[in-house]
């Protein structure tokens, strides 16, 4: 009696969801979590006219186009590879020089490493890296599949608990558009990682 006390103040704490539920009904969040690892890398190459002061006259030394060139012909030479970049943008002028950024995605975080600790190449102001996880459909199926699993293995537990058993499956509510994410490794920890969550709130015929 205790817990039928229990579980019906736990239901009514959500007035949207105590609206719907019958007397002969559990309904229960099913969650899943997991720790993913960043399966590719994103490099923005950030170029920039080099330029010169002659006469009190700015002259441009090195276009940002000679810049992006060698670098590529660098990379190449050191066999890390022959990269064909992504426009990202043109920067226009910035402080009268003209710049722009172009990107490669990688899926091998050694060859991230050396091509940032290794290219030196004069107009290329920075090199910065963005962590890419995998959020295909296939992956946020399998996470909910796996929340599923989760609800029906609470409710057979609770309806135990109850000396009850479940029955047919009544209702699944997805409201995740998106796993939950929290990020848990720093931005230079080259396995950097986030722990993803996924909740669905699913409702079980209750059985005597």
Do not use: H
């Amino acid at each position: 009696m205790k817990l039928k006390v229990a579980l019906l103040i736990l239901i009514l704490s959500n007035q949207f969801y105590a609206q719907e539920l019958k007397e002969n009904q559990i309904r229960v969040v099913g969650q899943y979590r997991e720790t993913l690892q960043a399966n590719k890398f994103e490099l923005v190459f950030n170029f920039q006219d080099v330029v010169s002061m002659s006469n009190g006259e700015k002259q441009v030394i090195k276009n940002y186009e000679e810049a992006k060139k060698e670098t590529q012909n660098y990379l190449k030479a050191s066999k890390i590879g022959d990269f064909n970049f992504k426009l990202v943008n043109i920067n226009g002028q910035q402080y009268g020089n003209k710049g722009a950024s172009y990107s490669l995605i990688l899926d091998n975080i050694d060859k991230v490493n050396q091509i940032i600790q290794d290219t030196k190449i004069i107009g290329l102001n920075n090199i910065t890296v963005k962590y890419l996880f995998d959020k295909s459909e296939k992956y946020l199926n399998s996470m909910a599949s796996k929340a599923l699993d989760n609800a029906k293995e609470k409710a057979n537990f609770i309806a135990n608990k109850a000396n009850k058993k479940i029955g047919k499956l009544l209702i699944i509510d997805d409201r995740t558009n998106m796993p939950s994410i929290n990020l848990l490794s720093d931005k230079n920890d080259k396995n950097i990682e986030q722990e993803v969550g996924y909740s669905l709130f699913v409702t079980y015929e209750l059985l005597d």
